[in-house]
């Protein structure tokens, strides 16, 4: 029988756990369950009962970061200063290893997520993508031939800083910086602005004008800097209809006439996922696959 290998896609709001055949597939997962966050103890408890009932031998961890992801620094897999106070400081990696038994492999959730990409969803077949989820925060990722890229620290393209649009005055949701692009971007920057959620904004509204601004700015960023073969733009809020078309069209404006994106290929350039909402959990178990 195939080897059976394990996978937690470790949320601020779930933690989904889950098995799967190797070679992995989105159709080999065997077993699946899902956790509410709460505290470490509360949490690990159920997530580590789950794993316990099955024979896997490796298991990939995908989590909210900030992580420790130098394997020669002491606290490496520790979560670093989150918002989430309750896990600051707790070293997730080390827990479920010494717990299980078996080998353990962490990332963060979008470093992950990219990869579930790269290998059974939009990104295959391209040598490099960025990939950026905009939910209540946003993170982003980049792959080059199927590897996260090699730093000090892992990527926050999410904090990237960006110019307020003109007809913005709103203070930033980021409890960090004020015009990054979560603080300005994210699902919880539109509700503070707003007064509603992004589901609920009618499509004329000026809502959408400056979040595609600040979408189509985060794209030319990084397509400036790392000169991705596809932009990946994914979560909830990339759900609203027509918010994709207006980021192209945005990002065709600020992108001017120089360094620029053969339009013609504008359609295939910038993207919407196509492995959420499992990309994270797909994405953890391929760590290890």
């Not at 989820?133 to 199927?146: D, F």
């Not at 600040?214 to 596809?230: G, H, K, Q």
Request: proline share 5%.
């Amino acid at each position: 029988m195939a080897e059976l290998i394990g996978g937690i896609e470790a949320g601020g709001t779930t933690f989904r756990c889950a098995t799967a055949r190797v070679p992995l597939s989105p159709t080999t997962i065997a077993d699946a369950t899902t956790v509410q966050t709460a505290t470490p103890q509360q949490t690990m408890d159920q997530v580590l009962a789950f794993f316990r009932s099955h024979p896997i031998e490796r298991l990939g961890i995908a989590s909210f970061g900030p992580l420790q992801l130098d394997p020669e620094n002491p606290k490496y897999g520790c979560i670093l200063d989150t918002p989430k106070l309750a896990w600051r400081g707790y070293n997730l990696l080390e827990v479920v290893s010494s717990e299980l038994g078996i080998p353990c492999t962490i990332n963060t959730d979008v470093a992950a997520a990219v990869r579930a990409e790269y290998h059974f969803g939009a990104a295959q077949g391209v040598a490099s993508c960025v990939y950026a989820t905009i939910g209540t925060g946003i993170g982003a990722a980049s792959l080059v031939n199927g590897k996260s890229p090699a730093a000090r620290f892992h990527e926050e393209m999410g904090h990237m800083l960006i110019p307020q649009h003109p007809q913005d005055d709103f203070d930033g949701a980021c409890i960090a910086h004020d015009n990054c692009l979560e603080g300005l971007a994210s699902a919880l920057a539109i509700y503070q602005r707003w007064n509603q959620a992004a589901h609920d904004i009618p499509n004329d509204h000026l809502c959408w004008d400056i979040e595609a601004t600040y979408l189509a700015t985060f794209c030319v960023n990084v397509t400036r800097i790392l000169s991705p073969e596809l932009i990946l733009l994914g979560g909830g809020v990339m759900q609203h209809a027509g918010l994709l078309d207006k980021v192209r069209g945005a990002f065709r404006d600020l992108m001017g006439d120089y360094h620029t994106v053969d339009q013609d290929q504008l359609q295939n350039f910038i993207r919407i996922t196509q492995t959420e909402p499992d990309s994270g959990l797909i994405g953890a178990l391929s760590l290890v696959a």
